[in-house]
């Protein structure tokens, strides 16, 4: 328990995170003041927040959520940082993969946090415009977040390159926009797990299937996976 209020306290004082967290603020509130500037919307609150939630941040989200914290053992790894990577380099095989999988709980949760919080400052600024959406669309950047930045987290431990965490997920999930439709998966689409506005559909449980796949292929990495090990 101790280990987990430790790492979830260390996550709001890094930069990456404030960093995600202020990037994903400019791409929502940009589109909100898009959405209220135009002239098509002019007096028009009415789906105000699914409109402005799905302009632009949909097509970042997988970055923002592997910035705030997905690479810090890597950090670690390379600074020996702390009391915390001393025990794990001196631990068993079987505590070292303790170690990771911890961690790999407080990175899904770095995610979430840096997608929910920017997208809690959109829904009430919303409601207070008079628009006040259904509030469970707050849980898809949670479960959102927290898949693409279990995966990032799981990639640390298959390469030594701290950017392929980084970048890898957005990669991926670009590529997934495309083949998606050619591959008949469209229920599927990626960026209607976080904006189901985009296509003018309501949240069904397919917006949490992804996630979860890629909270698992995260996890199975971060339990197999052992190249970064012999840094």
Not at 136 to 149: E, K, N, Q
Not at 169 to 177: E, G, T
Request: aromatic share 12%; net charge positive.
């Amino acid at each position: 328990m101790n280990f987990f209020k430790t790492d979830i306290k260390r996550i709001f004082t890094e930069q990456s995170f404030w960093l995600s967290l202020v990037l994903g603020a400019l791409l929502l509130f940009g589109g909100l003041g898009y959405c209220l500037s135009a002239e098509d919307r002019a007096g028009d609150v009415s789906g105000l927040y699914g409109r402005a939630q799905a302009l632009a941040l949909p097509f970042a989200a997988p970055l923002l959520a592997a910035m705030p914290y997905a690479v810090m053992i890597m950090t670690e790894r390379e600074t020996k940082f702390g009391a915390l990577m001393i025990l794990k380099q001196s631990g068993t095989q079987k505590q070292n993969r303790h170690y990771r999988i911890k961690r790999f709980f407080t990175v899904g949760l770095s995610g979430a946090a840096a997608l929910a919080i920017p997208h809690i400052g959109l829904f009430a600024v919303c409601a207070a415009l008079g628009d006040t959406p259904d509030p469970l669309l707050l849980a898809l950047p949670v479960t959102f977040g927290f898949g693409w930045a279990a995966l990032s987290y799981g990639l640390t431990f298959v390469n030594r390159q701290r950017y392929v965490p980084l970048v890898m997920p957005q990669v991926l999930y670009l590529l997934a926009i495309y083949a998606f439709p050619y591959l008949k998966l469209d229920r599927f689409y990626p960026p209607l797990d976080i904006s189901p506005a985009l296509n003018g559909t309501a949240m069904t449980p397919d917006r949490f299937v992804l996630p979860a796949v890629l909270a698992a292929a995260g996890l199975l990495l971060t339990a197999l996976g052992k190249e970064a090990d012999r840094q």
